[in-house]
């Protein structure tokens, strides 16, 4: 598993298998992917400009229990999709997006958190830990 910067930001990266996840919500509509996508991008643009500073507004959060890695979510709080993107910080600077997902029940999130960390951990023995 391999890391890509993601095009027209500084410090935002996602895992090669971030975008599958995401087009993966989507694949019955895709009029509403463009319309999330534009909503990702606009609150991609904030965590790019404030970091870890983001964590302290409404659509972004610190998962509890989450340790090595710490793992942080995304979300659209009025959203008709519930759509949620789980994402880490990287030397408290850049964000590297790691999994996206529905959640339609609390299970979900269960399921997208032991994904975040498999990816977490391939990102690792991939660059030896320098990630």
Same mark, same amino acid.
């Given at each position: 598993?391999?890391?890509?910067?993601?095009?027209?930001?500084?410090?935002?990266?996602?895992?090669?298998?971030?975008?599958?996840?995401?087009?993966?919500?989507?694949? !019955?509509?895709?009029?509403?992917?463009?319309?999330?996508?534009?909503? @990702?991008?606009?609150?991609?643009?904030?965590?790019? %400009? %404030?970091?870890?500073? *983001?964590?302290?507004? %409404?659509?972004?959060?610190?998962?509890?229990?989450?340790?090595?890695?710490?793992?942080?979510?995304?979300?659209?709080?009025?959203?008709?999709?519930?759509? /949620?993107?789980?994402?880490?910080?990287?030397?408290?600077?850049? *964000?590297?997006?790691?999994?996206?997902? !529905?959640? !339609?029940?609390?299970?979900?999130?269960?399921?997208?958190?032991? /994904?975040?960390?498999?990816?977490?951990?391939? @990102?690792?023995?991939?660059?030896?830990?320098?990630?």
């Amino acid at each position: 598993m391999k890391i890509e910067k993601v095009a027209g930001f500084q410090r935002i990266y996602q895992a090669e298998s971030f975008p599958g996840d995401f087009e993966a919500m989507f694949v !019955k509509n895709t009029g509403e992917r463009k319309r999330y996508l534009l909503w @990702l991008y606009t609150w991609l643009t904030i965590l790019d %400009q %404030q970091g870890l500073n *983001a964590v302290t507004l %409404q659509q972004f959060e610190h998962l509890k229990n989450t340790t090595n890695p710490h793992l942080y979510s995304l979300r659209h709080p009025h959203s008709a999709i519930n759509e /949620r993107y789980i994402y880490m910080y990287v030397d408290g600077e850049a *964000a590297v997006l790691l999994t996206a997902f !529905k959640e !339609k029940n609390s299970g979900d999130y269960i399921s997208a958190i032991a /994904r975040a960390k498999r990816i977490y951990s391939e @990102l690792e023995d991939n660059n030896d830990g320098s990630t």
